[in-house]
């Protein structure tokens, strides 16, 4: 964690920083948490917390990888005595020698002296012998070589990789249960704000409903948090007061949303220069642009605008990527590719970060189109939505078809297929019909 009262930006947490030098700052303080050992079965999409390595070739023996007869391949009479059945799991005592074969399953050991499997669609088998009817069998068709999958002492998986189904698998394959991943980072969520209610209660005369917490809550999730529900908290200094101390004891990531402008109840803002070290208060950005960053010495602490589009675009740029150099992550960020505007975009005098559907054109360009008004209160703006648009400043308005990058929330729509809509695809896809 980084220390002193004063922060990292030289004393002055009101300086706007640029979206760069604030993720700097705040990646400096998401150090990797310790690992744990956990059932393998237990694991799916933890973070690796050590390489893995496979201790003994894959596979282990040679193996069938079709249903036939393991045979001599340079023995050229087509008619063989079958010497016994050699299914998976065991190994026959027998030895292949010319004139013989052995009845062999996939995955079942190659017996002693046999080099070649003849696939049973090549055979007609009798009693005790079989035909075979292919002419030429190459030494080593249809088997699995020792080692062919992995090496002994192979790197199968590097620390920080996420386990997926393929990389699951292989950490099975591979024998290791119990497996040591990092431990995930216990975040919790607080909103503030005397205007909000729960999304079950009826709303009353100037109120609102909380939705940032549960679009917070589906972010944390799918970065690989572990979520404690810290609830809401009023806009009054001690009961939020209280709140945060306790927060910031028990967890290793507070995000708070709301109270962080400039406004006389925005009280977060003060409170965090109390309990927290407080490193940058407002980000060269829009929408996002009164983010707070403070830690302690076991917390780090985001102060979310309480715009909801403002707290998502503000999760997107520090909070995931913190959150995933906390669990130990290689990747951390989402990937950012080039495309065109699809339409014009007016000026900005900050780093604007636009939501956008960015597709594949029949030409195979990938073009970003914006979701409708930009409005940091729109959350339905992020809907649907696969990327963040990059705007940087500048005086001239953007035109349609110039390049900027886009920050991927997920892959590119495919292009306009005829006699598919895109639209029918995108509701199949976001309703899950099936
Ligand atoms: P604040 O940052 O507290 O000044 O709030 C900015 C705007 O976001 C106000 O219009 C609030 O009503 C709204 N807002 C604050 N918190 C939430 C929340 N948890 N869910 C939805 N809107 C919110
Ligand atoms: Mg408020």
Known sequence: MIGGKEGTTGGNPDRMLHPDEARAIVLASARPLAAELVPLREA??????????????????????????????????????????????????????????????????IPAGANAVVK????????????????????????????????KGELVLPAGTTLGPAELGLAASVGLDPVAVV??????????????????????????????????????????????????????????RAHLEHLLETSDVVVTSGGVSMGELDLVKPLLSELA??????????????????????AIVFGLPGNPVSALVSFETFIRPALRSMAGCIDIDRPRVPVHLGAGTPPSDRIEMQRAVVSVDTDGRLIGTTTGSQASSRL?????????????????????????????LAPPLGPDIPGIDREGRRATHTVGRS
Do not use: C
């Not at 669609?121 to 088997?143: F, K, L, S």
């Open 183 to 240: 431990r995930r980072p216990r975040v919790s969520v607080m909103s503030t704000g005397d205007e909000l209610v729960d999304p079950g209660m009826p709303v009353g005369p100037g109120q609102i409903r909380d939705s940032n917490r549960f679009s917070l809550i589906a972010a944390l999730t799918q970065a690989g948090a572990e979520i404690i529900w810290a609830g809401r908290a009023p806009d009054r200094a001690p009961d939020l």
């Open 277 to 298: 070290t407080v490193h940058f208060r407002r980000v060269f950005m829009k929408p996002g642009k009164p983010l707070n960053f403070a830690t302690t010495d076991r």
């Open 44 to 109: 799916a999409w933890r973070v690796l917390a050590e390489d893995v390595y496979s201790p003994e070739p894959q596979p282990p023996f040679a193996a069938a990888t079709m249903d036939g007869f393991a045979v001599v391949a340079e023995d050229a009479s087509p008619w063989r005595e079958i010497l016994g059945d050699q299914t998976a799991g065991f190994v026959l005592p027998i030895e292949v020698s010319d004139g013989y074969a052995v009845r062999i399953t996939t995955g079942a050991p």
């Open 120 to 151: 049973v669609e090549e055979t007609e088998a009798a009693d005790d012998h079989v035909i075979i009817h292919q002419e030429q069998v190459a030494p080593g068709e249809n088997i699995r070589q020792i080692g062919s999958d992995l090496a």
């Open 380 to 408: 339905a703006s992020f809907r649907g939505a696969n990327a963040l648009l990059v705007i940087p400043p500048r005086e001239l308005a953007f035109e349609a078809g110039e390049m900027v990058e886009a920050m991927l």
